[in-house]
C-alpha cells in the first residue's frame, strides 16, 4: 500500500522556470492538499481540494496552481519559480475518522526539496 | 495574527520530566484538533486527536482542549530522547474545510 506518493523527491530551478509537482494517493480520500514548510514557519497550506473538481486556495497561494486531475491525483504548478519559492513542500490527503465532526488525519507523501536558484 | 499560533521553542526539558506544548487558535467555530510529530527530515506523523473539551489520554500522551479559551495543549510525560522533534499544531476551519498548522515547537528532551 504505497499511500500518497510525491514526486519528485529533489528538485532545483532556476528563477523564472516552471515545473509541476506531482501527487497521488491510493487511499480513495476525498481530500487532498499541498503545504509548503520553512524554517520555523510550520506547515502553510497553500491549495487544497476538499473532494474531486473543486479547489480552493489556502494561506499562501501566491505564485501557485493546483489542478486536481481526478479523485487520486493533486498537482502543484510554479508558472515562474522565483528564489522565495524554495521550501520543502508536501502533498497530503485525508480521511475523515470518528464522529460527524471529527476531520481530518492527514496521511503525508515524503516531500519534495525544492531549491529556486 | 496567525490562525494558529505556538511557542516556537526550542523548549528542552530532562529525560523522564514533563514536556508541555501549547497551541491557540483563532476561530471559535473549529471543532476538530490535532498534535502532529514531525522528525527532523521526516513528514509528519498524526500522534493525537481531540474534539471536547477536557483531556484525552493515549499512553504518555495526554492532549487538553479548552474551547472557551481557545486554547489546546499536549502534555508529554516520562519524556525520552525518542521523543525530541517538532510538535505541531493543527486546527481543522470547518468554514472551508481546511487544516491549518501552526508554525511548531521543538522538544529536545535531554539525557
Known amino acids: 500500500n504505497a499511500g500518497v506518493t510525491q514526486t519528485p523527491k529533489f528538485q532545483v530551478l532556476k528563477t523564472g522556470q516552471s515545473m509541476t509537482l506531482q501527487c497521488a494517493q491510493d487511499?480513495?480520500?476525498?481530500?487532498m492538499y499541498w503545504y509548503r514548510q520553512d524554517p520555523g514557519m510550520g506547515l502553510r497550506l497553500i491549495y487544497y481540494?476538499?473532494?474531486?473538481?473543486?479547489?480552493d486556495k489556502g494561506e499562501v497561494p501566491n505564485g501557485y496552481n493546483v489542478s486536481r486531475l481526478n479523485k487520486r491525483e493533486f498537482s502543484l504548478r510554479l508558472e515562474s519559480a522565483a528564489p522565495s519559492q524554495t521550501s520543502v513542500y508536501f502533498c497530503a490527503s485525508s480521511a475523515r475518522v470518528g464522529g460527524p465532526n471529527a476531520n481530518e488525519k492527514l496521511f503525508f507523501g515524503s516531500g519534495t526539496q525544492l531549491s529556486v536558484l | 495574527q496567525k490562525e494558529v499560533e505556538q511557542n516556537s521553542g526550542p523548549l528542552s526539558v530532562p529525560e523522564g520530566a514533563i514536556a508541555s506544548l501549547n497551541c491557540t487558535y483563532s476561530?471559535?467555530?473549529?471543532?476538530?484538533f490535532f498534535w502532529y510529530r514531525q522528525y527532523s527530515g521526516k513528514s509528519p506523523e498524526l500522534i493525537m486527536s481531540i474534539y471536547s473539551n477536557g483531556d484525552k489520554e493515549d499512553g504518555r500522551f495526554t492532549a487538553q482542549l479548552n474551547k472557551a479559551s481557545q486554547y489546546v495543549s499536549l502534555l508529554i510525560r516520562d519524556s525520552q530522547p525518542s521523543d525530541s522533534a517538532t510538535y505541531l499544531c493543527a486546527v481543522f476551519y470547518n468554514q472551508g474545510g481546511k487544516l491549518i498548522f501552526g508554525q511548531g515547537t521543538e522538544l529536545s528532551v535531554k539525557p
Open positions: 481540494s476538499a473532494s474531486e473538481g473543486t479547489t
Open positions: 476561530d471559535r467555530g473549529s471543532q476538530s
Open positions: 487511499m480513495n480520500h476525498n481530500s
